[in-house]
């Protein structure tokens, strides 16, 4: 057979592959709507500078705490109103896209990265090694998620860097316990064995044979750990722990219009909805993942 048969009948399995993923998926209408409002999201957070109508820290004295347009008193210039100081809601709203994403970007890799390594080295080599890692692993797990968080942020400092840093330390375990599991169940397989005797060494075994094949569940894990990302950094950021003033991020402007929820309703409302609707669009898709990635969920 010739590399470029090789070659045709790769791509045509990995086409078969997608077209069947998309199926599965495209079966959770949940899932389909989720990825739609997360694909906006992207879109909003990419062209943010394009589509705010004003900055996300431009004051306009002369407009404190407008209501709506739709509202007695609203003004055409700010859709959604305007804060206490003056700042054009809707324009920081789309500014805070941005920092959701890069939250959800940066948490998510660090500890799908460590969580993938520690767990790759508990479950290859086992023993005592995997008895000293998985016990670090239940004593972080033993917290509160948000409560330990909060500790490791009050320790490094408030600050959005280390609430993402604090963040990825308490959802590292989960991956951690995710990879180990898929690793001691892929390492009784044949195609290890095979490997092994081969003459393949531990780092090509653990990264080249193994990972690729334990890949399924921890990009669901990584989806559902994105929106838990963005729920408790804004959590911190209502603490005052997270990102800290003027910067638009959902949780901080929570924490800054608390002592207006009586009188201007619209300042704690619409970055309420927002990371309400950013947080369950990314779970429903999380969903359609697993549907789609897992052989045991798959609808007949």
Not at 57 to 64: E, K, N, P, S, V
Not at 193 to 201: D, H, K, L, S
């Amino acid at each position: 057979m010739s590399d470029t048969t090789v070659k045709l009948s790769d791509a045509a399995i990995r086409r078969r592959m997608l077209a069947e993923f998309w199926f599965y998926f495209s079966q959770n209408r949940g899932a389909v709507a989720g990825l739609v409002v997360f694909s906006l999201l992207v879109v909003v957070a990419i062209f943010a500078p394009l589509l705010a109508p004003h900055g996300a820290a431009t004051q306009y004295r002369d407009a404190l705490l407008l209501p709506p347009v739709w509202q007695e008193g609203g003004n055409s210039r700010f859709l959604l109103g305007t804060d206490a100081v003056g700042r054009d809601m809707l324009s920081r709203l789309i500014y805070g896209a941005q920092y959701s994403l890069f939250i959800g970007v940066v948490v998510v890799s660090i500890a799908l990265v460590g969580g993938i390594i520690i767990g790759l080295v508990a479950g290859f080599f086992r023993g005592w090694v995997d008895a000293i890692i998985m016990r670090i692993m239940d004593l972080i797990l033993a917290f509160p998620s948000l409560l330990l968080a909060l500790v490791l942020v009050a320790v490094l400092g408030p600050g959005l860097t280390n609430a993402m840093i604090a963040i990825a330390i308490v959802y590292q375990p989960h991956f951690a316990r995710l990879t180990r599991a898929a690793v001691m169940g892929e390492m009784e397989r044949e195609y290890v064995t095979a490997a092994r005797v081969a003459g393949a060494g531990n780092m090509r075994l653990m990264f080249k044979t193994i990972l690729p094949n334990c890949l399924a569940p921890l990009i669901v894990q990584a989806t559902l750990s994105f929106s838990s990302a963005v729920l408790d950094s804004a959590a911190l950021g209502f603490l005052g722990m997270g990102a800290q003033p003027p910067t638009p991020e959902w949780g901080t402007m929570l924490a800054e219009a608390r002592e207006f929820i009586l009188r201007a309703w619209w300042v704690v409302t619409f970055p309420g909805l927002a990371i309400l609707i950013s947080v369950l669009a990314i779970n429903l898709m999380g969903d359609g993942l697993r549907d789609a990635l897992d052989p045991k969920l798959k609808r007949s």
